[in-house]
């Protein structure tokens, strides 16, 4: 079993368009964290929140954890070929273990 | 500062044979893992250390090994290559876990045939 799943697991967008990437956990979430990972590349930490309701952004990229801690969601905006890559949520859901969750590969056509 | 540091890059095996897989962080971090990310299946912790001296397994510990006698480097040792650890390896290292998110290597990708 997966204890972090992704949707939608594959994005194709045009150019300019917006996309959400959801990521959601069955026990609570003691910190989520958001990464990119290029192809064939190693991965660039994006964000974490902590906080039910919190909410960041980092460019043109935003990303919500909802109040019972338990789901977050990435939002992009206007998207570019260069948001294109592969997306992982992370946590500690445990206490004492991080956990990924399986990835959305996300495709931006120009 | 060149935070996580892993080598190789690329790596084919044969069935049987053995090899290590580099890992050396310069951030003087405390907690270092490694993962492996199979297609479609996101990453999964191998193993992982909390100091030098320290190990403990992951998810899949089965036919790898870690050693961590300094604080920088954490190896990753394969001992009988199978096809089935035929993956892409990901180092990476944090000061707290989970704190402020992981610092990761560019991977290594081994083939075993």
């Known amino acids: 079993s997966q204890e972090l799943e992704q949707s939608p697991q594959s994005l194709i967008v045009q150019e300019g368009k917006n996309l959400t990437i959801n990521c959601t956990s069955s026990k609570t979430l003691y910190g989520l964290y958001w990464y990119k990972q290029k192809y064939g590349e190693g991965l660039i930490f994006l964000m974490m929140?902590?906080?039910?309701?919190e909410e960041k952004s980092h460019e043109k990229i935003t990303a919500k954890l909802d109040e019972k801690k338990q789901q977050s969601s990435l939002h992009i905006t206007a998207s570019q070929p260069s948001h294109a890559g592969i997306y992982l949520c992370?946590?500690?859901?445990?206490?004492?273990?991080?956990?990924f969750g399986t990835g959305t590969s996300l495709t931006v056509i120009p | 500062n060149a935070g996580v540091t892993q080598t190789p890059k690329f790596r084919i095996l044969k069935i049987g044979q053995s090899m290590t897989l580099q890992c050396t962080q310069d951030?003087?971090?405390?907690?270092m893992y490694w993962y492996r990310q199979d297609p479609g299946m996101g990453l999964k912790l191998i193993y992982y250390s909390v100091g030098a001296g320290i190990t403990d397994k992951g998810e899949v510990p089965n036919g790898y090994n870690v050693s961590r006698s300094t604080t920088e480097d954490f190896p990753l040792r394969l001992e009988l290559a199978a096809p089935s650890q035929t993956s892409v390896y990901f180092c990476?290292?944090?000061?707290?876990?989970?704190?402020?998110?992981?610092?990761f290597g560019s991977g290594t990708r081994l083939t075993v045939v």
């Open positions: 929140l902590q906080k039910g309701g």
């Open positions: 992370g946590a500690d859901i445990t206490g004492n273990q991080f956990y």
């Open positions: 951030m003087n971090h405390n907690y």
């Open positions: 990476a290292s944090s000061y707290l876990q989970g704190a402020n998110g992981y610092t």
